[in-house]
Nanobody
């Protein structure tokens, strides 16, 4: 059974840091690109970051570039998102996603990610 499980969410003050993680199982992790989306209340899911199968290339939304870093460990079937200098607008449920081959063409398109985790809440307060 293909599964993605997020962990590490929580509450943090503006300017603080959090790291969320994703544990993958049920498939060959190193064969796929991975990514993160987020969804705030009343809003659509929004692309955050993507990392290629070997970690050689990453992509970020403009709103998180320079503050967030996505990494992966293929030996442990895990992916991480290090979030620094958090802002109130970063508050959302963060989803770990598996990228289909087409996700490299348009990283922002949520339909190009075929497996989603259950999400983990990140709340940033002032």
């Amino acid at each position: 059974q293909v599964q993605l499980v997020e962990s590490g969410g929580g509450s943090v003050q503006v300017g603080g840091s959090l790291r969320v993680s994703c544990a993958a199982s049920g498939y060959t992790f190193s064969n796929y690109a991975m990514g993160w989306f987020r969804q705030a209340p009343g809003k659509e899911r929004y692309f955050v970051a993507r990392i290629t199968w070997n970690g050689g290339s990453t992509a970020y939304s403009d709103s998180v570039k320079g503050r967030f870093t996505v990494t992966r460990d293929n030996g442990k079937n895990t992916m991480h998102l290090q979030m620094n200098n958090l802002k109130r607008e970063d508050t959302a449920v963060y989803y770990c996603v598996r990228g289909s081959p087409g996700s490299g063409i348009n990283v922002n398109d949520a339909t190009l990610y075929d497996v989603w985790g259950q999400g983990t809440q990140v709340s940033v307060y002032s």
